[in-house]
């Protein structure tokens, strides 16, 4: 129901944006945020934007990398700037009601990989 794309594998200080397509659903009415996963950890917040517009980020991509969504799109964004190797990880949107904790509906991930 979430369709992740622009992943890919750049240079360390490059920048991708990823996208978050809601299929199904009307973005509008859910926060949304973003996730990842590297190999072998768990999977980690990254950054939220709620319903209402208030975004908070990661302390690890807090200043490098921003959250948006265009709701006439029913699309988010994760515009990633100044990419480190440690950014490296399968990058997954979810979605979730209003005064859920825990996100609903996950898309199927997109791959960044981030060489030195």
């Known amino acids: 129901q979430m369709v992740e794309s622009g992943g890919g594998a750049v240079q360390a200080g490059d920048s991708l944006t990823l996208s978050c397509a809601a299929s199904?659903?009307?973005?509008?009415?859910?926060?949304m945020g973003w996730f990842r996963q590297a190999p072998g950890k768990e999977r980690q917040f990254v950054a939220t934007n709620t319903r209402s517009g208030v975004t908070s980020y990661a302390d690890s991509v807090k200043g490098r990398f921003t959250i948006a969504r265009d709701n006439a799109k029913n699309t988010g964004y994760l515009q990633m700037n100044s990419l480190k190797a440690e950014d490296t990880a399968v990058y997954y949107c979810?979605?979730?009601?209003?005064?859920?904790?825990?996100?609903?509906?996950w898309g199927q991930g997109t791959q960044v990989t981030v060489f030195p």
């Open positions: 199904g659903r009307t973005l509008s009415l859910y926060d």
């Open positions: 979810g979605i979730r009601s209003i005064n859920k904790v825990v996100y609903e509906y």
